[in-house]
């Protein structure tokens, strides 16, 4: 099949990257010169794991190719997905102002019929806006359908090319065969393939992004009711990660989630909700909640060093997760503020997201080569994202390295006991 994906961020890339990997012939267009001329190298803008090997071996065996002109590539294709970004308006709403501009330069284009299906998340309606943005410009007959994306950055290759489920909706029987052809192969072992209404696949992602968003804002809140009463949220968690009807992913509390989907989508589907009259008001809290839960690392270590102001703070960990370079909406960005507000100084490191960093940061922090560099004569250690490089403490080292063994874990990473009897004054989340 000939495709074309319209953006070439974290979901369009891989979208393109996986279709081609299955044998399609794939362009993937985007307006940021630079990305694509980096890309037509085979240079990854991004950092995702196994990505850049693929797109490699696509592009040199002819499937995959990389534009800055959209409208060439919708023309060459049968199917086109929108993949731009959907960013947070000033209401908390879904702007839409890309999916739109790109539904616009389809319909010009639309030199053959042709299937537009939107992988961005966007809200309920949208499919429906997209199809009147395009049929304002053609008279060529076209469908459109939503297909929702669930890959995790990090591991994004491998939830793309293996989804538990793909969904899909769809009004055209036609769009839907063709859909089902071109997602048969991700799903050879059985994980289905869902069709439902445009509207459902709409609202699922939604669905998806709230839960998961609710589950870690109710473990942070379990962390702190622990720390209160004297109970350790890590045994709780596994207690009741290992009952069936509740599952053991997405449980670990930590510095409130970040990135570039929880918080704006949650935001969002406040605001679809709102506008329905219809407050979704346990989903408000979780934003209120996960908002105000950003602080707690901060807060912490100024409880343990007592006066931040003129001391200087180690911090591993930049990104929002482990396994990629994103710092959209990063808790590390509220700790960072909060920390210079206060007039300390920060040695700051992370395994791939320095780049990153400096462009959002500048010089208002120290950027350092390797975690222990970090340490050099700080006052305290605060560990943000859970890297696997950051999980054993070399504890002399540490010792050695710090003005103060002061050590804040956001993410739980070490043994308290352990900790303690190594000589640290340690802080962690939930654990008494
Ligand atoms: N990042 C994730 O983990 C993830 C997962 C599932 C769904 N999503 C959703 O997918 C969508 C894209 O997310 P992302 O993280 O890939 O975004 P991103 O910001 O990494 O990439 C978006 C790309 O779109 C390009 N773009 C913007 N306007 C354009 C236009 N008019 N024509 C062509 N290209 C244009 C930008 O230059 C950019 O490269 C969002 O709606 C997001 O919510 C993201």
Known sequence: MNIAVIGT?????????????????????????????????????????????????NQSE????????????????????????????????????????????????????????????????????????????????????????????????GDFMKPDRV?????????????????????????????????????????????LATRITLMNQFADVCERVGANVEHVRLGIGTDERI?????????????????????????????????????????????AHKHVPFAKVKALLGVVQGRTIALWGLAFKALTDDMRDSSALIFIAEALAEG??????????????RRRLGNTVIYVESPYEALEGADALVVLTEWQEYRVLDHERAKKLLKTPVVVDARNLYDPARMRKAGFTYASIGRA
């Open 9 to 57: 961020g974290y979901v369009g890339l891989v979208t393109g990257v996986g279709f081609a990997e299955t044998g399609n012939a794939v362009i993937c267009a985007d307006v940021d010169v630079s990305k694509i001329d980096r890309l037509k190298q085979n240079k990854i803008p991004i950092y995702e794991p196994g990505l850049e090997p693929m797109v490699e071996r």
């Open 344 to 357: 300390a100084t920060l040695r700051v490191h992370d395994p791939k997201a320095m780049h990153e960093a």
């Open 167 to 211: 969904v899909l909706g769809v009004d055209d029987p036609e769009a839907e065969a063709t859909l089902r052809e071109l997602y048969e192969p991700f799903v050879r072992t059985g994980n289905p393939i869902l069709f439902m209404d445009i509207p459902s696949a709409e609202f699922t992602k939604y669905a998806a992004n709230a839960m």
């Open 247 to 291: 599952g053991r992913a997405f449980l670990f509390p930590g510095p409130g989630y970040g990135g570039s989907c929880f918080p704006k989508d949650v935001k969002a589907l406040v605001s679809t909700a709102r506008g329905a009259g219809f407050p979704l008001e346990l989903l408000e809290t979780v934003d209120r909640v996960n908002e």
């Open 62 to 157: 002819g499937r995959l190719s990389f534009t800055t002109d959209v409208g060439a590539a919708v023309e060459a294709s049968d199917i086109v997905f929108i993949a731009v970004g959907t960013p947070q308006d000033e209401d908390g709403s879904a702007d839409l102002r890309h999916v739109l501009d790109v539904a616009a330069v389809i319909g010009k284009h639309m030199n053959r019929p042709k299937i537009v299906a939107t992988k961005s998340t966007v809200p309920v309606g949208t499919a429906e806006k997209v199809r009147a943005a395009v049929a304002a410009q053609t008279k060529v007959p076209f469908a459109v359908a939503s297909n929702p994306e669930f890959l995790k950055e990090g591991a994004a290759v």
